[in-house]
């Protein structure tokens, strides 16, 4: 087994900050993903990595950054946080060319 | 274009019940399908999925989906419903072999509350 860490769990900004959102796993899987969940809709994708020096972006890129550090690691910016924003980002992770994908904790961002 | 549909956004039902949440799903080749639960403040987990083969596959804690080709349907089952269930549960599409690269699509989720 392995497990997916995110940090941090709750991050508060303010309108125009640039936030930063990282992720870990110890699957040694390839592929990792970020999602944004808002209340009362699915996830939508915000990036993707097939491989470790790979880069895509998702449905919903547009204010956003990602950055593959290494293979265990994906990182996400917010390039400029929107007011009154409410999201929860959530990472997952999947062997290369899997279905199944696992999922962290979750960072509950809020934008003041 | 691929698009997943949770048509109920909450369902209700007492403890002892039998469960099915409802999933369409719109894709023009053969699609992987996929349950995946959310408990209250905590992340997604897995919890079954169809590739090929046989239409009724079963996962953990219970639940077992059914794969509908003919009305595009993904149907989550379980019977019966314990207060344990409580949770948001969320219907994902892949599109399959056909795909050079796939992601999942997910609906919109459906909210279960199982009372006593």
């Known amino acids: 087994g392995g497990i997916i860490t995110q940090t941090p769990k709750f991050l508060i900004g303010q309108e125009g900050q640039k936030l930063t959102l990282k992720c870990q796993q110890n699957?040694?899987?390839?592929?990792m993903y970020w999602y944004r969940q808002d209340s009362g809709k699915g996830l939508r994708l915000i990036y993707y990595?097939?491989?470790?020096?790979?880069?895509q972006k998702g449905d919903l890129s547009e204010g956003y950054d990602a950055s593959r550090e290494k293979k265990s690691s994906f990182s996400l910016t917010v390039t400029s946080a929107q007011k009154n924003e409410m999201a929860v980002f959530l990472c997952?992770?999947?062997?290369?060319?899997?279905?199944?994908?696992?999922f962290g904790p979750g960072t509950r961002l809020l934008v003041l | 274009a691929q698009s997943v549909d949770q048509p109920d956004a909450h369902v209700t039902l007492s403890e002892g019940a039998s469960l099915e949440l409802r999933c369409s799903y719109s894709?023009?080749?053969?699609?992987?399908l996929f349950w995946y639960v959310q408990y209250p403040g905590q992340s997604l987990q897995f919890l079954l999925k169809?590739?090929?083969?046989?239409?009724v596959v079963k996962g953990t804690k219970g639940f077992e989906a059914e794969f509908r080709k003919s009305n595009s349907s993904f149907n989550l089952k379980k019977s019966p419903a314990h207060w344990s269930d409580s949770a948001k549960y969320f219907c994902?599409?892949?599109?399959?072999?056909?795909?050079?690269?796939?992601?999942?699509?997910f609906g919109q989720g459906t909210s279960l509350s199982v009372v006593p």
């Open positions: 997952a992770s999947s062997i290369l060319g899997g279905d199944t994908q696992y």
């Open positions: 699957f040694n899987h390839d592929t």
């Open positions: 990595s097939i491989t470790e020096n790979d880069l």
């Open positions: 894709y023009s080749a053969a699609p992987y």
């Open positions: 169809y590739i090929t083969g046989d239409t």
């Open positions: 994902a599409l892949e599109g399959g072999a056909s795909s050079s690269f796939s992601k999942l699509v």
